[in-house]
């Protein structure tokens, strides 16, 4: 992604571009593939079958609340059809992938990737859980689903928030290009040296939470909080935007501070629940670690590679920063910058 952007004459689409890191960062953890889909037509047509999935899960289905339209409504409207046309295409790809790690002529790889972890427990007879093939399908279908779209738009939520705050943008590239010391990328283990970035990262975790409702819950029993009932069996949305921005636990709550968090032993984790990106206990996010490496290590090259310039015709205190309703609260209108590559 760096080189692309480095290359590029033209302004940079951040929105399109960390969508297409995240796609590859978690093609290569699942499948083991190194490859860029904008070079190969096979993959280009899965990240599309993923957008399509993306979509299709963060639509209106009226179904969903008049449950006896359903069976005519979503065929008037076209819904099942997609909705069929989008399993079976993911179904085939997640055969193929399985097949091909399954086939005995397949080279002996240096790393397991996730599909090789998942046969091999499937393969254990141990295991209390058995893994069938549907099941290894789902937890792919997690990964995809749930990690991809959620990193890209928290990235491009905090670039956006960055050029609106060049101050904080400054101070930023001046701790990474100061913890690099010339090297060409940031690695892995340069990041516990980047402090204020990490705060930058929770700080637009906090603002722009990519999944501003958690994962729903249900109460086993009647309860009572702060004089609402909440009967036993209720489905129980947590809103996690309005918590972030909630004045009686953050002070100037609209604004975007980092500092804030820098004496602060808030975090994101699950312990604080002031700030529940990911949400909390049993159904909190599996991947958080995995998606705050992703997003950190993004963010910190972005940073430590480039000067950012937003669009000639564009003040800083017009950029758009509405909000587009789906699955994942994504940047309504695309970022599009213009990237300086910086002498190293």
């Given at each position: 992604?760096?080189?692309?952007?480095?290359?590029?004459?033209?302004?940079?689409?951040?929105?399109?571009?960390?969508?297409?890191?995240?796609?590859?960062?978690?093609?290569?953890?699942?499948?083991?593939?190194?490859?860029?889909?904008?070079?190969?037509?096979?993959?280009?047509?899965?990240?599309?079958?993923?957008?399509?999935?993306?979509?299709?899960?963060?639509?209106?289905?009226?179904?969903?609340?008049?449950?006896?339209?359903?069976?005519?409504?979503?065929?008037?409207?076209?819904?099942?059809?997609?909705?069929?046309?989008?399993?079976?295409?993911?179904?085939?790809?997640?055969?193929?992938?399985?097949?091909?790690?399954?086939?005995?002529?397949?080279?002996?790889?240096?790393?397991?990737?996730?599909?090789?972890?998942?046969?091999?427990?499937?393969?254990d007879?141990?295991?209390?859980?058995?893994?069938?093939?549907?099941?290894?399908k789902?937890?792919?279908m997690?990964?995809?689903?749930?990690?991809?779209?959620?990193?890209?738009?928290?990235l491009?939520?905090i670039?956006?928030?960055?050029?609106?705050?060049?101050?904080?943008?400054q101070?930023?590239?001046?701790?990474?290009?100061?913890?690099?010391?010339?090297k060409?990328?940031?690695?892995?283990?340069?990041?516990?040296?980047?402090?204020?970035?990490?705060?930058?990262?929770?700080?637009?975790?906090?603002?722009?939470?990519?999944?501003?409702?958690?994962?729903?819950?249900?109460?086993?029993?009647?309860?009572?909080?702060?004089?609402?009932?909440?009967?036993?069996?209720?489905r129980?949305?947590?809103?996690?935007?309005?918590?972030?921005?909630?004045?009686?636990?953050?002070?100037?709550?609209?604004?975007?501070?980092?500092?804030?968090?820098?004496?602060?032993?808030?975090?994101?984790?699950?312990?604080h629940?002031?700030?529940?990106?990911f949400?909390?206990?049993?159904?909190?996010c599996?991947?958080?670690?995995?998606?705050?490496?992703?997003?950190?290590l993004?963010?910190?090259?972005?940073?430590?590679?480039f000067?950012?310039e937003?669009?000639?015709?564009?003040?800083?205190?017009?950029?758009?920063?509405?909000?587009?309703?789906?699955?994942?609260?994504?940047?309504?209108?695309p970022?599009?910058?213009?990237?300086?590559?910086?002498?190293?």
């Open positions: 992604m760096l080189d692309s952007i480095a290359v590029s004459s033209s302004p940079v689409n951040l929105s399109e571009l960390t969508l297409l890191l995240a796609n590859y960062i978690a093609c290569r953890a699942a499948f083991g593939k190194k490859y860029d889909s904008r070079e190969d037509k096979s993959k280009s047509r899965f990240h599309g079958i993923l957008n399509d999935t993306q979509d299709l899960l963060g639509g209106l289905c009226i179904a969903d609340f008049f449950p006896w339209m359903g069976w005519w409504l979503n065929k008037f409207n076209g819904l099942e059809t997609r909705l069929e046309k989008n399993f079976r295409e993911l179904d085939e790809i997640y055969n193929k992938v399985i097949k091909e790690h399954l086939d005995p002529r397949r080279p002996e790889p240096e790393h397991e990737d996730l599909v090789d972890v998942l046969l091999r427990v499937q393969k007879s141990n295991q209390a859980i058995a893994l069938s093939s549907d099941l290894i789902g937890v792919l997690d990964m995809f689903i749930a990690g991809t779209d959620t990193s890209s738009t928290i491009v939520w670039m956006a928030e960055l050029m609106k705050n060049p101050s904080v943008m101070r930023a590239q001046t701790e990474v290009r100061e913890a690099v010391k010339g060409a990328k940031v690695e892995e283990n340069h990041l516990s040296k980047l402090m204020y970035l990490k705060s930058i990262v929770k700080e637009g975790l906090r603002l722009h939470p990519p999944a501003p409702l958690l994962v729903p819950r249900e109460t086993t029993d009647g309860c009572t909080i702060e004089g609402y009932h909440i009967p036993a069996k209720t129980v949305f947590v809103n996690a935007k309005s918590i972030g921005t909630d004045p009686k636990y953050w002070k100037n709550q609209n604004e975007f501070q980092p500092e804030r968090f820098l004496d602060s032993s808030v975090d994101f984790r699950g312990q629940f002031e700030l529940l990106p949400g909390a206990g049993r159904r909190g599996p991947g958080m670690n995995f998606a705050i490496l992703i997003i950190e993004a963010l910190a090259n972005l940073l430590h590679r000067d950012w937003l669009l000639h015709e564009i003040r800083r205190q017009d950029l758009d920063m509405e909000e587009a309703i789906g699955l994942s609260m994504h940047k309504k209108v970022l599009c910058l213009v990237a300086n590559p910086v002498a190293l």
